[in-house]
């Protein structure tokens, strides 16, 4: 093999290292991010089961969520609530707002209905997830991991990510001086 192929070779080589270690710096700098922001922000992840708030969402999505007072909750906003008789949560777009600020009654409506929600649902904590974005198709995997498989499959991928990282920061480094006096390996 001539000296300019292995020259082109080792090119290759570092160029390919060096977008590897980019790629993971960037993996780890987003799941950075996310963790602060999630923390920082009283950010909250929930899955839609239901159509009603077409077109802004539907069935499969994840809702992300950021925890805000309820004296702050104004009409037109889209939180999550227990509506009366019922034990899960709906995230519907708030109607109207009335009665004390530190336990306001709302009446809502999922944007994909025709009319209003039968209920007024009184907001008893002093705060509430509001719906600040959503990721279509996420949340069947989420619904089908959820509880214990989230743990595990958290678990699972930071154990492949600390061994994958421990290989690639542990793996030998052979210098070109070394390859080239030992013929080139």
Not at 90 to 95: E, L, P
Not at 101 to 127: F, H, M, S
């Amino acid at each position: 093999m001539s000296r300019k192929v292995r020259r082109r070779q080792a090119r290759r080589r570092r160029s390919l290292r060096i977008v590897k270690f980019t790629f993971a710096a960037a993996a780890v700098a987003l799941s950075a991010a996310v963790a602060v922001s999630v923390i920082s922000l009283h950010l909250g992840v929930r899955a839609v089961l239901t159509g009603s708030m077409r077109p802004d969402y539907g069935p499969g999505a994840i809702l992300l969520t950021q925890r805000i007072p309820v004296d702050t909750v104004k009409p037109g906003m889209i939180v999550l609530f227990i509506p009366p008789g019922e034990r899960s949560e709906f995230a519907h777009r708030v109607v109207t707002v009335t009665g004390p600020e530190a336990t306001p009654i709302i009446t809502t409506k999922g944007d994909a209905n025709k009319a209003a929600d039968p209920w007024r649902a009184k907001l008893v904590t002093p705060y509430v997830n509001q719906v600040i974005g959503s990721l279509p198709g996420l949340g069947r995997v989420f619904v089908t991991i959820r509880g214990t498989g989230q743990i595990v499959l958290a678990l699972l991928g930071g154990i492949v990510a600390a061994w994958a990282g421990s290989r690639w920061v542990l793996s030998p480094r052979r210098s070109s001086r070394r390859r080239a006096a030992v013929g080139g390996l």
